[in-house]
């Protein structure tokens, strides 16, 4: 069992840009995957960007169409925080964003993730 943290939400200009970072605790495993899903008000949780590696090695990542090329997420090498860097933000981007956690390969769907933090709010404005 991993517990799961988000911080970094807060209140941006469109075109802007934010960080958010996930920490996680607790048993680890020698492959690990990380995810930022995100939904906003009256619509179904999506997902946003993953990563994978193992112990030896980087595993890759993978990125929503909506937010490719414009977000980035990455990882420090103690493999215990995972960052989602957004830039040129835009208004659609609101939503509460979540971290999701699992031992395995690069996945992108919410049913493959067994921990959830329970959220930070990004809000962009015009």
């Known amino acids: 069992q991993v517990q799961v943290l988000e911080s970094g939400g807060g209140l941006v200009q469109s075109g802007g840009s934010l960080r958010l970072s996930c920490a996680t605790s607790?048993?680890?495993?020698?492959?690990?995957?990380r995810a930022w899903f995100r939904r906003a008000p009256g619509k179904d949780r999506e997902f946003v960007a993953a990563?994978?590696?193992?112990?030896?090695?980087?595993?890759?990542?993978s990125y929503a169409d909506s937010v490719m090329g414009r977000f980035t997420i990455s990882r420090d090498n103690g493999k215990s925080t995972v960052y989602l860097q957004m830039n040129s933000l835009k208004v659609e981007d609101t939503a509460v964003y979540y971290c999701?956690?699992?031992?395995?390969?690069?996945?992108?769907?919410?049913?493959?993730?067994?921990?959830w933090g329970e959220g930070t709010q990004v809000t962009v404005s015009s």
């Open positions: 999701a956690a699992s031992g395995g390969q690069l996945a992108s769907r919410e049913f493959q993730y067994e921990e």
């Open positions: 607790g048993r680890t495993f020698s492959s690990y995957r």
């Open positions: 990563i994978a590696w193992t112990d030896w090695a980087a595993g890759g990542t």
